[in-house]
């Protein structure tokens, strides 16, 4: 049985880190669709928990974890339009 391809499989932290290492950024997001039709995320910028919320309200964030400015969650929905709304959200912010 294939396990469910998550943010432990992929080690989005060394993704991360590479990424702020070797880009100016202001907003940073990591989307990994599962075997389940949802996506992993693992964001960096500021005012996550704003964003969460909405989700929430939306019916979109299945689980999250983290702080203000650096979260992972659990989305459903489609890719393009779980990213159009967080970078609609930072852009707002």
Known sequence: MD????????NH??????LQKSITYTSL????END?????GSLRTFN??????KLVSLGKLVKRGGH???SGCTVIGSYK???EFIAT???SS
């Open 29 to 32: 997001v990591l989307l990994i």
């Open 36 to 40: 389940k039709g949802k996506f992993k």
């Open 48 to 53: 996550l928990n704003n964003i969460c919320s």
């Open 3 to 10: 396990s469910e391809k998550n943010l432990n499989t992929v």
């Open 89 to 91: 959200e930072i852009s």
């Open 13 to 18: 932290k060394a993704i991360i880190s590479e």
């Open 68 to 70: 203000s400015y650096s």
């Open 81 to 83: 339009d779980i990213l």
